[in-house]
């Protein structure tokens, strides 16, 4: 049975059993007592025999000891994701001077007994050794969940003691969120995820520094990890972005390490991005392959960049008094290289950016020097070719989730945090931010809301948007567009695109129009409900939902470029007499825009909210169906009862992105604002008849 074969079966098992549970705090009293009650529901198969721990014997100290701390969740029992790096590493050549230890748990199945041989207990935690023998069971212990401090230096401990080096090196494995976050995710114990504060107290109690760590986790390449992690480590190895589903390359690094034991931890975890490039590189998976990101950092030298970056935020929170100045900053860093958490921020391309918003050069200049000093490699894609390998956590409201008070707990960066308190009204920074910045001005929303009105244009064949407020803070204009249906009567989004010209740009406004064309993205003639996720110049990576076989929704991605005439620009629209001959990809309805099926993303999981990180290439999904479908705008994704499904569709390698001509009936049309402050606007709705050819728009305040 193959790989994907596999992955079905599993995901038809997962439907069965139902949803997961709601999140918990890992290191709190709440997820304590959930952790216990757990435990004691939990009862093995009857049928299953424990498999006996070897008898550890005294060994003379390694080279390296490479603990593995290998926390399966919905990767594993969903996608079989850990026994994949599993059969990775059954693929080396191993040899006495490299001990590696890997403690399996936190999943409610695994897929290893077929691929590698081992059958890994669920009711349990496992400790396993890979060496010259193949992997040996070497310890057991009482399930407990692997997100909990305690856990994770237990599992240090052990394998300090029984199995000594020269270095160590410790991979933490499973799901991240980020800063605010943190990473590892038990399914088996209400999903609970452990902190950075927790993550922190695991390395000081597990009582070894160790040379690298590891985390094959999304979104954990920042600074506040690495401050969590520099009293007991010296160097990280982590990504930026969300980790593509097969993490990281263990059977190219790890064969370095076995056939180079000397080598020391800067060398290792140089080969540790490289390897997982040349993984990606060689995939199918278009998505993966342009969205790596991976990085090697200094933490000896994190210091150096937390001061230089409290300094930076320094400087921004004098600037929010000054709605001009504050504006004007917020508008140089809307471009800034975010990741697929948008608070998530590239800390070099936040500095270069902020220097054209009012940064000091030397301030800008010094924390962009320490960025380069601190990452001492990193790999980026095509999806990033501004990250720089080291991110840092900012937002602009409180999502009421607690995530600023748990980040608050292990960040010690004052003026990063009374940022977060002056642009976050609901929450306050704790008391000894302000014993150190004194008072925190607050932001005036009020002084950025952006005032706008939207009106049709004079012979009503297009409709214009006009901004005279808060333009400084404005950062991204699009429209949306739905499209009624006679015989249930609702409205279905289409979703939003991105051409949207400028019309006029004066001192007190600035014009925008739709520009409607009457095609819109299909496959095999089925319309896709798209939104846009990242801009880059003339590209846009969008998505658009689809099911698969078991009726999850999931996610299509999709390349779209266009022609760079196409898309706003600051440059109001030329005159007639002065524009440039049409470009080659210019039609009398418009643009071709050329899209590239980039494949199909997992999504967000519903449990945890945490990033999934199962990517399929058109080829993983061969032989499959899947069915596009198109919100009702009344419930937008929120419940896929309210959907319209198309037939189902082969996948092929044939499958093709085109626009293609509408059909004729009723729309609406409405436009969307985003500031720099992440707040979305939205105009009312104009209604537009379109007989295939010719568009003719209704006043907004037209009935529906």
Same mark, same amino acid.
């Given at each position: 049975?193959?790989?994907?074969?596999?992955?079905?079966?599993?995901?038809?098992?997962?439907?069965?059993?139902?949803?997961?549970?709601?999140?918990?705090?890992?290191?709190?009293?709440?997820?304590?007592?959930?952790?216990?009650?757990?435990?004691?529901?939990?009862?093995?198969?009857?049928?299953?025999?424990?498999?006996?721990?070897?008898?550890?014997?005294?060994?003379?100290?390694?080279?390296?000891?490479?603990?593995?701390?290998?926390?399966?969740?919905?990767?594993?029992?969903?996608?079989?994701?850990?026994?994949?790096?599993?059969?990775?590493?059954?693929?080396?050549?191993?040899?006495?001077?490299?001990?590696?230890?890997?403690?399996?748990?936190?999943?409610?199945?695994?897929?290893?007994?077929?691929?590698?041989?081992?059958?890994?207990?669920?009711?349990?935690?496992?400790?396993?050794?890979?060496?010259?023998?193949?992997?040996?069971?070497?310890?057991?212990?009482?399930?407990?969940?692997?997100?909990?401090?305690?856990?994770?230096?237990?599992?240090?401990?052990?394998?300090?003691?029984?199995?000594?080096?020269?270095?160590?090196?410790?991979?933490?494995?499973?799901?991240?969120?980020?800063?605010?976050?943190?990473?590892?995710?038990?399914?088996?114990?209400?999903?609970?995820?452990?902190?950075?504060?927790?993550?922190?107290?695991?390395?000081?109690?597990?009582?070894?520094?160790?040379?690298?760590?590891?985390?094959?986790?999304?979104?954990?390449?920042?600074?506040?990890?690495?401050?969590?992690?520099?009293?007991?480590?010296?160097?990280?190895?982590?990504? #930026?972005?969300?980790?593509?589903? +097969? !993490?990281? @390359?263990?059977?190219?690094?790890? %064969?370095? *390490? /076995?056939? $180079?034991? #000397?080598?020391?931890?800067?060398? +290792? !975890?140089? @080969?540790?991005?490289?390897?997982? %490039?040349? *993984? /990606?590189? $060689?995939? #199918?998976?278009?998505?993966?392959?342009?969205?790596?990101?991976?990085?090697?950092?200094?933490?000896?030298?994190?210091?150096?960049?937390?001061?230089?970056?409290?300094?930076?935020?320094?400087?921004?929170?004098?600037?929010?008094?000054?709605?001009?100045?504050?504006?004007?900053?917020?508008?140089?860093?809307?471009?800034?290289?975010?990741?697929?958490?948008?608070?998530?921020?590239?800390?070099?391309?936040?500095?270069?950016?902020?220097?054209?918003?009012?940064?000091?050069?030397?301030?800008?200049?010094?924390?962009?020097?320490?960025?380069?000093?601190?990452?001492?490699?990193?790999?980026?894609?095509?999806?990033?070719?501004?990250?720089?390998?080291?991110?840092?956590?900012?937002?602009?409201?409180?999502?009421?989730?607690?995530?600023?008070?748990?980040?608050?707990?292990?960040?010690?960066?004052?003026?990063?945090?009374?940022?977060?308190?002056?642009?976050?009204?609901?929450?306050?920074?704790?008391?000894?931010?302000?014993?150190?910045?004194?008072?925190?001005?607050?932001?005036?929303?009020?002084?950025?809301?952006?005032?706008?009105?939207?009106?049709?244009?004079?012979?009503?064949?297009?409709?214009?948007?006009?901004?005279?407020?808060?333009?400084?803070?404005?950062?991204?204009?699009?429209?949306?567009?739905?499209?009624?249906?006679?015989?249930?009567?609702?409205?279905?989004?289409?979703?939003?695109?991105?051409?949207?010209?400028?019309?006029?740009?004066?001192?007190?406004?600035?014009?925008?129009?739709?520009?409607?064309?009457?095609?819109?993205?299909?496959?095999?003639?089925?319309?896709?409900?798209?939104?846009?996720?990242?801009?880059?110049?003339?590209?846009?990576?969008?998505?658009?939902?689809?099911?698969?076989?078991?009726?999850?929704?999931?996610?299509?991605?999709?390349?779209?470029?266009?022609?760079?005439?196409?898309?706003?620009?600051?440059?109001?629209?030329?005159?007639?007499?002065?524009?440039?001959?049409?470009?080659?990809?210019?039609?009398?309805?418009?643009?071709?825009?050329?899209?590239?099926?980039?494949?199909?993303?997992?999504?967000?999981?519903?449990?945890?909210?945490?990033?999934?990180?199962?990517?399929?290439?058109?080829?993983?999904?061969?032989?499959?169906?899947?069915?596009?479908?198109?919100?009702?705008?009344?419930?937008?994704?929120?419940?896929?009862?309210?959907?319209?499904?198309?037939?189902?569709?082969?996948?092929?390698?044939?499958?093709?992105?085109?626009?293609?001509?509408?059909?004729?009936?009723?729309?609406?049309?409405?436009?969307?604002?985003?500031?720099?402050?992440?707040?979305?606007?939205?105009?009312?709705?104009?209604?537009?008849?379109?007989?295939?050819?010719?568009?003719?728009?209704?006043?907004?305040?037209?009935?529906?």
């Amino acid at each position: 049975m193959n790989r994907i074969s596999k992955w079905l079966c599993f995901m038809l098992i997962l439907c069965i059993l139902g949803s997961m549970l709601p999140l918990a705090l890992a290191d709190g009293a709440e997820a304590e007592a959930a952790e216990e009650a757990a435990v004691a529901e939990y009862v093995a198969p009857a049928e299953e025999v424990a498999e006996a721990p070897a008898e550890l014997t005294p060994k003379e100290p390694a080279a390296w000891t490479v603990m593995i701390y290998l926390c399966g969740t919905d990767l594993e029992s969903v996608g079989g994701m850990a026994t994949e790096n599993l059969k990775m590493i059954a693929d080396t050549v191993p040899n006495k001077a490299v001990n590696v230890l890997i403690q399996t748990g936190g999943a409610k199945s695994w897929q290893a007994e077929d691929a590698v041989g081992i059958d890994i207990a669920e009711d349990r935690l496992q400790r396993w050794t890979w060496d010259e023998t193949g992997f040996t069971l070497v310890d057991e212990e009482e399930l407990a969940s692997m997100a909990k401090h305690t856990t994770l230096s237990d599992f240090i401990q052990w394998g300090a003691e029984h199995y000594s080096a020269e270095k160590y090196m410790l991979t933490l494995w499973d799901h991240g969120g980020g800063s605010a976050t943190g990473l590892i995710a038990d399914e088996l114990h209400d999903d609970a995820i452990m902190s950075l504060e927790g993550l922190r107290r695991a390395l000081k109690n597990g009582g070894v520094h160790f040379d690298l760590v590891m985390t094959d986790t999304c979104l954990m390449a920042n600074l506040e990890t690495a401050q969590a992690i520099a009293p007991y480590a010296d160097y990280l190895a982590a990504s #930026e972005e969300v980790l593509p589903g +097969l !993490g990281s @390359n263990y059977e190219e690094w790890l %064969q370095c *390490l /076995y056939d $180079e034991p #000397e080598c020391g931890p800067v060398r +290792l !975890g140089r @080969n540790i991005c490289d390897a997982n %490039q040349i *993984l /990606y590189a $060689e995939s #199918e998976n278009e998505i993966d392959a342009k969205s790596l990101t991976f990085s090697l950092i200094d933490l000896g030298k994190i210091d150096t960049v937390a001061d230089a970056f409290n300094a930076y935020m320094q400087e921004v929170v004098s600037m929010i008094p000054d709605p001009a100045a504050f504006g004007e900053y917020l508008s140089a860093v809307s471009s800034t290289d975010r990741y697929l958490i948008n608070d998530m921020w590239d800390l070099y391309d936040l500095a270069r950016r902020g220097m054209k918003g009012g940064i000091s050069k030397e301030t800008g200049i010094t924390l962009e020097n320490a960025v380069d000093d601190v990452v001492l490699y990193s790999v980026r894609q095509a999806y990033h070719p501004y990250s720089h390998g080291l991110s840092v956590y900012l937002r602009y409201s409180d999502d009421g989730k607690g995530k600023l008070d748990r980040l608050a707990r292990c960040c010690s960066n004052p003026w990063q945090l009374a940022f977060l308190d002056a642009v976050n009204l609901k929450w306050d920074a704790p008391e000894w931010v302000t014993d150190i910045v004194g008072e925190i001005p607050q932001l005036k929303n009020e002084l950025y809301t952006i005032k706008f009105d939207a009106e049709l244009s004079e012979d009503q064949s297009g409709t214009i948007t006009n901004i005279y407020s808060g333009i400084d803070s404005g950062a991204y204009i699009r429209y949306e567009l739905q499209r009624y249906n006679e015989q249930d009567q609702n409205w279905y989004t289409l979703g939003e695109s991105e051409d949207v010209r400028m019309l006029e740009m004066t001192d007190e406004k600035e014009s925008y129009s739709a520009v409607f064309t009457g095609k819109w993205p299909a496959i095999d003639g089925e319309f896709l409900s798209i939104s846009s996720k990242d801009v880059l110049e003339n590209k846009v990576l969008l998505q658009a939902p689809i099911t698969l076989f078991d009726g999850r929704l999931y996610k299509l991605r999709i390349l779209a470029e266009y022609p760079v005439s196409l898309l706003y620009t600051d440059e109001p629209e030329e005159t007639a007499e002065d524009a440039a001959p049409a470009e080659e990809n210019e039609t009398e309805t418009g643009y071709e825009v050329n899209y590239e099926l980039e494949g199909v993303w997992d999504g967000f999981d519903s449990s945890t909210g945490l990033v999934n990180r199962n990517t399929f290439s058109l080829s993983d999904l061969l032989g499959l169906d899947f069915e596009i479908c198109t919100p009702v705008y009344s419930n937008y994704l929120e419940d896929i009862g309210d959907m319209k499904y198309s037939e189902s569709i082969p996948v092929t390698l044939d499958l093709v992105v085109e626009d293609t001509v509408l059909p004729a009936g009723q729309y609406r049309l409405r436009y969307s604002i985003v500031d720099m402050l992440d707040r979305t606007y939205h105009s009312d709705f104009f209604y537009m008849n379109w007989n295939g050819e010719q568009a003719v728009f209704d006043d907004p305040s037209a009935e529906e």
